[in-house]
């Protein structure tokens, strides 16, 4: 007999690959739903691979047809072009159809700490929707929120590791801690699969052992890379300047408006319980010789 399919969204990508390793390492079967096939990713040949394509909802459902759980991590960073937040829940909308008209076993959804249909961040906000859209579903379900994952092929802590090799100065937000609550990638996808085997309907924040104000968590990249960057507090508006003068060589988005004013209200931080453990310094020095070596454009993965 075949054993049970578990769907993952993004398995050759960042968090979902995490996904798809620790449900490998317990002898799951694995299908991606991922907008391109990578033959050279460390995944390609475990897990089987369906193309992610809203537009065509028939094969949604034939892809996820008869799966035990669909892992749903699919989100945009910030809106682009014609991908709004409205299309981006229309996505989601679809993919849940198709999730309930192929009978899945159970979605496990993937939404951000602190999520708020009040929030007045875009991206809170249509997680909140997200989330709401999945329990009004009629799928089993659960929810992690993860506040910010670190963990091999992330962004934000490579690319300023990047700035701090390259920099003789780094602007450092004043005006509120900006803090955060570094979650493991490996964590969250202990916690995922951990909801996945649970009969109820759960939600659960993912985030990690110690909360760093964004001027420590420089400060942590830096002293892992050995870099000499000098670090500057400067206004919001200013590092807004900057990182947005940086973003044009570049051709990708640094940070975003929202994305540094939702770090200045502490949205990535849990007010739940703390369960994970592992800390963000151990995982910097474990990567500090390749952290930060070449940059990784947003915009490159996942736009171009
Ligand atoms: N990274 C964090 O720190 C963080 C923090 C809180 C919450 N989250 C949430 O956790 C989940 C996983 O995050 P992640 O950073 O690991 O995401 P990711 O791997 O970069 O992407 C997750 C999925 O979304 C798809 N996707 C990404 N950008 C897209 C675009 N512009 N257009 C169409 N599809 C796109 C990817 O498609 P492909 O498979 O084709 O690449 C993948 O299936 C997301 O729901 C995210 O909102 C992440």
């Known amino acids: 007999m075949i054993p049970p399919v578990h769907v993952v969204t993004g398995a050759f990508s960042f968090t979902g690959a995490y996904v798809a390793r620790a449900l490998l390492e317990r002898g799951e079967r694995v299908r991606t739903l991922s907008r391109r096939p990578d033959a050279g990713h460390s995944l390609a040949g475990q897990v089987e691979f369906a193309r992610l394509q809203f537009g065509d909802e028939e094969a949604l459902t034939h892809d996820l047809s008869g799966a035990a759980t669909l892992f749903n991590t ?33 979605v496990v959804q993937f939404s951000v700490s602190n999520a708020s249909e009040d929030s007045p961040y875009g991206y809170f906000r249509a997680k909140a929707l997200a989330e709401r859209e999945l329990r009004e579903s009629g799928l089993a379900h659960a929810i992690v929120r993860p506040t910010l994952i670190f963990g091999h092929g992330e962004l934000l802590l490579n690319n300023i590791a990047w700035m701090l090799r390259r920099a003789p100065l780094f602007l450092v937000p004043t005006g509120g801690r900006y803090a955060t609550q570094p979650v493991s990638a490996e964590d969250v996808a202990e916690l995922a699969v951990e909801l996945a085997g649970r ?10 052992p110690a909360v760093y104000s964004f001027a420590e968590l420089v400060a942590a990249v830096k002293s892992a890379i050995g870099a000499r960057t000098w670090l500057v507090r400067s206004p919001a508006v200013a590092v807004l300047a900057a990182a947005r003068a940086a973003s044009v060589p570049l051709g990708d988005v640094l940070i975003g408006r929202d994305e540094l004013a939702a770090l200045r209200d502490d949205l990535l931080v849990s007010r739940a319980p703390r369960r994970s453990t592992k800390r963000l310094e151990h995982w910097l020095e474990e990567e500090a010789s390749t952290l930060g070596r070449s940059f990784v454009s947003e915009r490159g993965r996942n736009w171009d």
Request: glycine share 14%.
């Open 74 to 106: 699919y989100w945009v960073r910030f809106p682009r072009g014609a991908a709004t937040w409205g299309t981006v829940l229309e996505n989601t909308r679809t993919l849940l159809r198709a999730a309930r008209a192929a009978k899945v076993g159970r």
């Open 199 to 208: 009969g109820d309907e759960a939600g659960a924040d993912a985030a990690g």
